[in-house]
Nanobody, 127 residues
Framework: QVQLVESGGGLVQAGGSLRLSCAASGRTSSRYAMGWFRQAPGKERDIVAVISWSAGATYYADSVKGRFTISRDNAKNTVYLQMNSLKPEDTAVYYC????????????????????WGQGTQVTVSS
């Protein structure tokens, strides 16, 4: 497993931007896919975006497609989530997740697929 620490959350007005970062430590010498999930108050945790080890494969939830971009820097063991054109409905706690991958292009899509999680960072979008 790897240890994950998110940063970059905060309060922003609708239409604004934020960039979340997630730094990994521990077994970072192995390949691992990463992702971002979010949980709004009273709702289940949902997928936002995921990225393969090679960064050649990505997936976005329909609700964020075209506004959010996931990327990673394996030299820094860090994954990013650039969030543009933020909406009040993007308000949630955002969690970073990681899971070992046999192949560099592997993607995971389900919360249960990921074995390592960060503590979460709050994103609040005001209208």
């Amino acid at each position: 497993q790897v240890q994950l620490v998110e940063s970059g959350g905060g309060l922003v007005q609708a239409g604004g931007s934020l960039r979340l970062s997630c730094a990994a430590s521990g077994r970072t010498s192995s390949r691992y896919a990463m992702g971002w999930f979010r949980q709004a108050p009273g709702k289940e945790r949902d997928i936002v975006a995921v990225i393969s080890w090679s960064a050649g494969a990505t997936y976005y939830a329909d609700s964020v497609k075209g506004r959010f971009t996931i990327s990673r820097d394996n030299a820094k063991n860090t994954v990013y989530l650039q969030m543009n054109s933020l909406k009040p409905e993007d308000t949630a706690v955002y969690y970073c997740a990681a899971e070992g991958a046999a192949f560099s292009g592997t993607l995971y899509f389900k919360e249960s697929d990921f074995g390592s999680w960060g503590q979460g960072t709050q994103v609040t979008v005001s209208s």
